[in-house]
């Protein structure tokens, strides 16, 4: 299967305007927290994504904008709404904070690897770098967002999820366990094409 480049840089075109959408969306009723939050965000993130290529974890052969060592547009939109959506919805007791987040670590590390094993790969591990290494990062950085939103963001102008969705049976409940087993399945997959 061959992917041509315009389809990869409509499909990175499609989720920065999806992920600025979502992002007035969620915003829309306390737009200056928020914009602070956006915007430490995605400093944050273009500046740990810039040390870790310049530290030669990995690279990105494909871009919106070409000439850039880090797919800037991307990091500026998508991950900022990523932090934006948890501090918004994210349920108000950690015990229920941990499989919300779970999930959303688990669908940024999907999305990942599809990009790193597609026939035009996005992104490229170095030795010194390999998936688990993303997914630490990935919860570190979204957990420290957690903390820090509930520093920028007041309580009301947050939307928690209710803990009763998590429970067993409930929507919640069946959204995170069909996102683990379809990622855990995927992720035995690459595991499996990866074993020398």
């Known amino acids: 299967m061959t992917v041509s480049l315009p389809v990869v840089w409509m499909v990175e075109l499609a989720a920065v305007m999806l992920s600025i959408a979502g992002s007035f969306w969620i915003a829309k009723r306390h737009i200056r927290r928020y914009a602070v939050l956006y915007a430490f965000s995605a400093v944050t993130g273009i500046v740990l994504c810039l040390a870790f290529v310049y530290a030669g974890f990995y690279s990105f ?7 850039t060592p880090i797919p800037l547009v991307e990091m500026a939109t998508v991950i900022p709404f990523f932090v934006l959506f948890g501090v918004k919805y994210s349920p108000e007791s950690w015990a229920w904070k941990l499989p919300f987040y779970f ?4 669908l940024i590390m999907l999305f990942e690897l599809v990009a790193l094993v597609s026939p035009l790969p996005l ?9 688990w290494d993303s997914y630490t990062a990935w919860w570190l950085y979204l957990l420290f967002f957690e ?9 009301k102008a947050r939307s928690p999820l209710a803990a009763s969705s998590f429970r067993y049976g409930r929507w919640g409940w069946m959204i995170v366990h069909a ?3 379809t990622t855990v399945f995927l992720a035995g997959v690459y595991a499996g094409w990866n074993i020398k």
Do not use: F, T
């Not at 494909?62 to 000439?67: A, I, T």
């Not at 999930?103 to 688990?106: R, S």
């Open 61 to 67: 052969p494909v871009k919106l904008v070409p000439y």
């Open 179 to 181: 996102i683990a087993m």
């Open 123 to 131: 992104i490229d591990y170095k030795e010194q770098w390999d998936v």
């Open 103 to 106: 999930a959303m670590v688990q």
């Open 147 to 155: 903390w820090m939103g509930g520093k920028i963001v007041p309580q």
